[in-house]
């Protein structure tokens, strides 16, 4: 048995004064930073979107946070984030990356968003997360980051149904809070096994 810690989107976007702020985004970096010292491995995701990208409002002339239908279902507008490259993509200045063994990148396919560490959204696509930690004997994961209800969630889902043994620690996760997101995350969560802490 082998435990990873996966840390989602700790970036600067995510962040306060970021464009996609998430409330308390920066409170969680310290306590990541020591709970990487209890474990084997530790992997860090980041939200890596090309300009224009579809999920973004500004592409579509749509307003911030409206729904649009793509084809692979409903899709969250959002303020342009994360941008390959840019100040706001890059990890929060404290977050420790000396610990880090892998550092994967997600949403950089122009035509679908990747809120999943694991798959893009239309739930097809695989980043090639599930083979790394396969090839190396991992099959416990904890997962912290920004945001809950949405990269968090969608990884910590994708992740108990591949079987991996999943373990969410709320304390050092925020959420974004759309319309219910929070709850709705929670439930889907529990629903699909994930062992929130
Ligand atoms: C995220 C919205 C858009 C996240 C990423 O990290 O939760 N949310 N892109
Ligand atoms: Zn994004």
């Known amino acids: 048995m082998t435990h990873a810690l996966i ?3 700790v970036q600067n976007d995510f962040c306060p004064g970021g464009a996609l702020a998430v409330a308390g985004g920066d409170q969680i970096v310290g306590g990541i930073n020591t709970l990487m010292g209890e474990f084997a491995a530790v992997i860090l995701t980041q939200d890596w979107h090309p300009a224009g990208h579809s999920s973004f409002a500004s592409t579509h002339n749509a307003a911030v946070m409206s729904m649009m239908d793509m084809p692979y279902g ?7 984030h994360c941008i390959q490259g840019s100040t706001g993509a890059q990890f929060h200045p404290d977050l420790n990356l000396d610990r880090a063994d892998l550092i994967i990148r997600k949403g950089y396919n122009p035509a679908i968003d990747s809120y999943s560490a694991f798959f893009e ?3 097809q696509t695989p980043t090639g997360l ?6 190396r004997g991992i099959t416990d994961l904890t997962m912290v980051g920004l945001a809950t209800d949405f990269c968090v969630n969608y990884s910590a889902v994708d992740a108990a149904k591949l079987g991996f043994a999943v373990t969410v620690k ?5 959420g974004i809070d759309l ?3 929070m709850a709705a995350a929670l439930e889907g969560m529990e629903r699909a096994g994930v062992h929130l802490i």
């Open 179 to 181: 319309q219910g997101s």
């Open 121 to 123: 959204n239309d739930h």
């Open 130 to 135: 599930e083979g790394y930690l396969r090839t």
């Open 74 to 80: 409903p899709q969250v507008l959002w303020p342009d």
């Open 170 to 174: 709320r304390e050092l996760c925020r």
């Open 7 to 9: 840390v989602i989107d």
